[in-house]
């Protein structure tokens, strides 16, 4: 029973996060970016499911994306090799680096469903320019909105920077999950700043 005002316990081994979600209706303008030489977007075509695995633990890891790790192969496949589902990586001379992933299952609409950069290529202006990729490919099909979510376990600048890329919050849920370091999914030293509550 969640009480509406004041506080709630999470239950040991859970994690809890307030998520947020944000939608456009409407292409922006594309803001200001830096560019390299060496960075590339790659669309890559039904995702080898280890290759996938790693790129989306080496993006997420530090702040507990789980999951599509708690996926088994055929449910994760189903997915990425759906023709309206479009994985693209980022690459930083010819390493990727950053992933991209789109969704246009349900008519008419785009979820951003995943979006990250790795340790590497945070800080450098690839988010930026990663964003606005992302809002090319997003609205170059006959879509009315395009909706993302993030959560407090996520990077901390990026519901500011999805504010600024145009996405309008529209809707905030409480999301409680198995923590993923106490499943397997997730090693047990990642996220140090989010703190595992151990079942007694």
């Not at 409480?174 to 996220?191: Q, S």
Request: charged letters at 25%; a negative charge; hydrophobic letters at 40%.
């Amino acid at each position: 029973m969640i009480v509406p005002d004041g506080y709630n316990d999470v239950p040991a081994g859970k994690q809890a996060a307030v998520v947020t979600s944000l939608q456009m209706t409407a292409r922006p303008e594309p803001r200001p970016e830096r560019t390299s030489a060496g960075w590339t977007l790659r669309h890559v075509e039904r995702p080898d499911l280890d290759w996938y695995r790693d790129l989306y633990r080496r993006v997420g890891q530090d702040w507990l994306w789980f999951s599509r790790l708690s996926m088994d192969d055929a449910a994760l496949a189903t997915i990425l090799q759906s023709p309206d589902v479009e994985v693209f990586s980022f690459e930083v001379d010819g390493a990727s680096e950053g992933l991209l992933e789109l969704d246009f299952r349900s008519p008419g609409e785009c979820e951003l469903a995943f979006f990250g950069l790795t340790a590497r290529a945070q800080g450098t202006g690839a988010g930026r320019w990663l964003m606005n990729r992302a809002l090319e490919r997003a609205w170059s099909r006959p879509i009315g909105r395009l909706w993302v979510h993030t959560c407090t376990f996520d990077h901390p600048a990026a519901l500011a920077f999805y504010m600024r890329s145009g996405f309008v919050p529209f809707r905030q849920q409480i999301e409680i999950a198995d923590d993923p370091r106490l499943t397997g999914a997730l090693p047990l030293d990642a996220a140090p700043q989010v703190p595992i509550i151990r079942p007694s």
